[in-house]
């Protein structure tokens, strides 16, 4: 079983819609979350931490649950631009790599 | 400024062979990874340096792999022996501390092994 397991997509959306990515991760351990962004033949870019009271950037919403040991990004009045592959990522306490997941695949449709 | 930076882009081989990757990070950035990405896979972490020292090699997936950082700046990742299941996305990272600070990627090396 992979550490953080994501859906894998494709999820195809008209934009302005709202849509929401959901993780889990199987180390109890865990300490710090994040979600990476990722355009195609691009290096992943940090998006945002979440924090265990949830936290928003703009049209971009994330939840930490600890207790099901889940993740959430929700994306509201999706962008063109907002086409990516989402990856959720976690480190675990006195670790300094991340792990990620599979990544999501997204793509806003005109 | 400038981000991480990594050299070549692309690389092909021939099995057997031996490559060398370089990443030169963020300027006064400590902390450095190398990570793998497979084709529809999210990256997979290689090693960890902290200054010169390697801290944390677990996920180097056998020893034809070795990765040196000698000034604390500038790192190679080494692969004897190529295989073609080497072939890949090698990523490489760099951050000021901890991962809650946050790892900026460079664009990556592309190893084909053929």
């Known amino acids: 079983r992979k550490e953080v397991e994501q859906d894998p997509g494709p999820f195809n959306v008209p934009e302005g819609a709202t849509v929401a990515f959901n993780c889990t991760y199987s180390?109890?351990?865990?300490?710090?979350f994040f979600w990476y962004r990722q355009d195609c033949r691009k290096e992943p870019k940090l998006l945002m931490s979440?924090?265990?009271s949830g936290n928003e950037d703009g049209r971009f919403t994330a939840q930490l649950n600890r207790a099901s040991q889940y993740i959430s990004l929700l994306i509201r009045d999706s962008k063109l631009s907002d086409s990516a592959t989402y990856l959720c990522?976690?480190?675990?306490?006195?670790?300094?790599?991340?792990?990620f997941g599979q990544g999501t695949r997204l793509t806003i449709n005109p | 400024g400038a981000g991480v930076s990594q050299t070549p882009s692309n690389k092909v081989t021939e099995k057997g062979k031996y490559v060398e990757l370089r990443c030169d990070p963020i300027?006064?950035?400590?902390?450095l990874y190398w990570y793998r990405q497979s084709l529809g896979q999210g990256p997979e972490f290689l090693i960890y340096?902290?200054?010169?020292?390697?801290?944390?090699d677990s996920g180097l997936p056998n020893d034809r792999f070795f990765a040196v950082r000698p000034e604390g700046s500038v790192s190679t990742l080494k692969i004897q022996r190529t295989e073609r299941g080497d072939s890949a996305v090698y990523l490489c990272?760099?951050?000021?501390?901890?991962?809650?600070?946050?790892?900026?990627f460079g664009p990556g090396t592309r190893l084909l092994v053929l």
């Open positions: 990272a760099s951050s000021l501390g901890g991962p809650q600070m946050g790892q900026y």
């Open positions: 180390n109890s351990a865990s300490q710090s």
């Open positions: 979440v924090y265990s």
């Open positions: 990522v976690v480190s675990t306490a006195g670790a300094q790599k991340l792990v």
């Open positions: 300027s006064g950035h400590t902390a």
């Open positions: 340096f902290q200054g010169t020292g390697a801290a944390d």
